[in-house]
């Protein structure tokens, strides 16, 4: 069988229009949106990169689970499904459906987090930071040495960093409530760990009476790495990888607008009784009741089948290989990005590609801008306007890295719209002297690159 050419394991059977527009006219968008990519109107943007949360495209069973969805205020079918299927794949015995991830976050983090606490993991994204930091606790990365490196080529640079972990919960894990660990490692280019990692951070956890949760959005990614990289792994399916990766924690919270091929959605499930009646509360006093969780029963219903769905080995290897693609179309272009592509997205290293630029004038959000400006890609930037320190508006202490992550919404874009990205990468490359950085004009106290507004620098 032929293999050299991406096919999409699927038909199309509904389209949605793209509207074209000039540069002027980006410009004039991008300006009064306070030069921030979040503030712009979807009807400006024509290929829409910023996230691959909540904006994928419903299969046709999807779809009629929706019309079987049950609108019962309290025990609906609609949520047995559910809790019938996230049992099955992740042997949980508690789940709590969520309206999206940073609910799931925010209920756990509420129950198990005090001011003091450290709270270690391979990385932190923004709002699992942002929740772990607004209960006055640390946000700990330990993420392995490869995954430091961005341009190494190493197959599992997602993975926790056993010894800095044994360290930490040998001198100070006292203070530590919980171990979190993401799969795939979105802040570090999507990067996959490894089974043999996991069990490692597992052995590690009952070492010292400590929980392990998995932050779990894109399990079934994760598992088609290790399905792909790991020795001892290519035999079997990526669904038995998923359900061992799950059973190998104590609980996980998982946002189903990624892997659940969910447009809302998310979930928190645990073994503990004690600490599910407690979130339970929460979840109640906040979210809903514990049978909908702040979602429709057809949300659900369409969930329970998109977890069906997306361990399917098809599916998986056309994801992982179309943000190779991608990636493929960068470096031919010049343009460096994290090695080796992760599973959801391509990342620009702005500051490999733009060294004019420092970090306080925001070299990753000036690459995401321009990648807008000039031919209506819409990235999101991933370095000191994300997770940098501010003082009085500036950044006072940059983020390790600068990137500007381009993440594929699953089963939305065809081959023909990535090589469009990739020409519009490469022509903002071959300019890439001509950028100038930003400076913050006004941001808020919580994850400030939703909603700060920015202006160029001459």
């Known amino acids: 069988m032929i293999t050299r050419t991406i096919i999409e394991p699927f038909r199309i059977k509904v389209v949605e229009p793209l509207r074209f527009t000039t540069r002027e006219h980006r410009v004039d968008a991008l300006a009064a949106a306070g030069w921030n990519l979040f503030g712009l109107k979807a009807d400006d943007v024509l290929i829409d990169l910023l996230t691959d949360s909540g904006t994928g495209a419903m299969s046709s069973e999807q779809w009629a689970a929706l019309m079987r969805g049950d609108e019962s205020y309290a025990g609906s079918r609609s949520f047995e499904r559910f809790e019938a299927v996230v049992r099955d794949l992740t042997g949980y ?29 391979n990385t932190h994204f923004d709002t699992t930071r942002a929740n772990v930091e607004h209960e ?69 956890c009952d070492t010292y009476g400590k929980p392990l949760i998995l932050d779990a959005a894109r399990f079934a990614e994760n598992a088609w790495f290790v399905h792909e990289r790991e020795p001892g792994q290519a035999d079997r399916t ?21 892997d659940g091929f969910g447009n809302i959605g998310g979930l928190l499930a645990v073994n503990d009784s004690e600490l599910a009646a407690r979130c339970r509360n929460v979840l109640i006093l906040t979210e809903g009741f514990p049978t909908y969780g702040g979602l429709a029963g057809r949300d659900l219903d369409a969930l329970a089948q998109g977890l069906l769905e997306v361990t399917d080995p098809d599916y998986l290897r056309y994801r992982a290989r179309s943000a190779a693609y991608l990636a493929e179309k960068a470096w031919a272009a010049g343009v460096p990005t994290v090695m080796p592509p992760g599973g ?48 009085a508006g500036q950044a006072d202490t940059p983020a390790p890295n600068e990137l500007v992550r381009l993440a594929l919404p699953r089963r939305v874009y065809t081959q023909s719209h990535v090589d469009y990205v990739g020409e519009v990468i490469a022509h903002v490359g071959a300019n890439a002297d001509r950028l100038r950085g930003f400076r913050i004009v006004d941001q808020p106290q919580w994850l400030r690159h939703f909603t700060a507004r920015l202006e160029p620098l001459s």
């Open 93 to 121: 015995d508690h789940v709590i459906p969520v309206h999206q991830g940073r609910a799931a976050e925010r209920i756990l983090f509420t129950e198990v987090v005090t001011p003091g606490s450290i709270v270690p993991n």
């Open 238 to 258: 990526p669904r038995a990888i998923a359900e061992e990766q799950f059973r190998l924690a104590d609980g996980c919270m998982i946002s189903l607008k990624k």
């Open 136 to 204: 006055g606790a640390v946000a700990l990365d330990l993420l392995c040495p490869e995954g430091r490196d961005l341009a190494l080529d190493a197959p599992f640079k997602g993975n926790v960093d056993i010894e800095a972990l044994e360290q930490l919960l040998a001198q100070r894990g006292e203070r530590v409530p919980l171990v979190l660990v993401t799969l795939t490692n979105n802040s570090g280019g999507g990067q996959p760990v490894s089974l043999e990692n996991l069990r490692a951070v597992r052995r590690v």
């Open 344 to 391: 959801h997205a391509v990342y620009l290293d702005a500051k490999a590609l733009l060294p004019h630029i420092p970090p306080h004038e925001l070299p990753a959000q000036a690459l995401a801008a321009e990648l807008y400006l000039e031919g209506g890609v819409r990235g999101v930037e991933i370095g000191t306007l994300m997770f940098g320190r501010a003082v």
